[in-house]
């Protein structure tokens, strides 16, 4: 009788501790799962500062400060940047092909940029965009400026820019060299204008 009883103390015993330690278990858990929501609802501190907040909004441009973390790819050290006028006809001559990796281009007059004329094509660029996402169709699109993106002194990418329809298009051989750079708007058009112009390599169809 003496050892029955004692089987039921040591089974109530265990029995006991094992529910002790499960429902240790439970609350460490449920402190870890509250611990983790706090971190992923926790609001960002004073030191986080959220860049291209509008400063400006004129029709459908809006003005920002350029954010130019995005592009710091630009600036690294295996890169070149350029600046060029070409000749549309002559350029669709050549060989591109994205899926073999062969990009040819022949600019006519090609202006590589340093780091501060880099600086001052993004602020044409980014500093305005476009409220409209909606592009609407080409009229003309005779592209005749581009900038060209170099890696290790191989053209990679270039964006071709049509003034005179106000139009663009990228072509690339390298998916990583992607120049996005929102929806244009008249005001970063006049920009990227007086930029090319600047550099004496502004072309446009003449108007009729």
């Excluded at 409220?131 to 060209?148: E, K, R």
């Excluded at 058009?189 to 004496?200: I, M, N, V």
């Amino acid at each position: 009788m003496e050892r029955g009883n004692s089987h039921h103390f040591e089974y109530s015993t265990i029995m006991k501790s094992l529910f002790t330690l499960l429902s240790l278990a439970f609350l460490l858990g449920c402190q870890s799962v509250e611990k983790s929501n706090s971190v992923e609802n926790e609001t960002p501190s004073s030191d986080f500062t959220v860049t291209n907040e509008p400063i400006e909004i004129e029709g459908s441009c809006i003005s920002s400060e350029p954010n130019l973390a995005n592009y710091q790819w630009m600036f690294d050290d295996n890169m070149r940047i350029s600046i060029c006028s070409f000749n549309p006809e002559e350029q669709a001559k050549l060989k591109y092909n994205r899926e073999e990796g062969i990009m040819e281009f022949l600019p006519i007059e090609e202006i590589p940029l340093d780091s501060t004329q880099i600086v001052e094509l993004l602020t044409s660029l980014v500093g305005w965009k476009n409220t409209n996402t909606f592009g609407g169709a080409a009229d003309c699109y005779y592209p005749q400026n581009a900038i060209l993106f170099y890696r290790n002194d191989s053209l990679k990418t270039y964006y071709e820019i049509c003034f005179s329809c106000q139009k663009t298009e990228t072509r690339t051989i390298d998916k990583t060299i992607n120049p996005d750079f929102d929806y244009f708007c008249d005001k970063k058009w006049d920009a990227l204008e007086k930029y090319f112009d600047s550099h004496d390599l502004l072309v446009k169809l003449e108007e009729n």
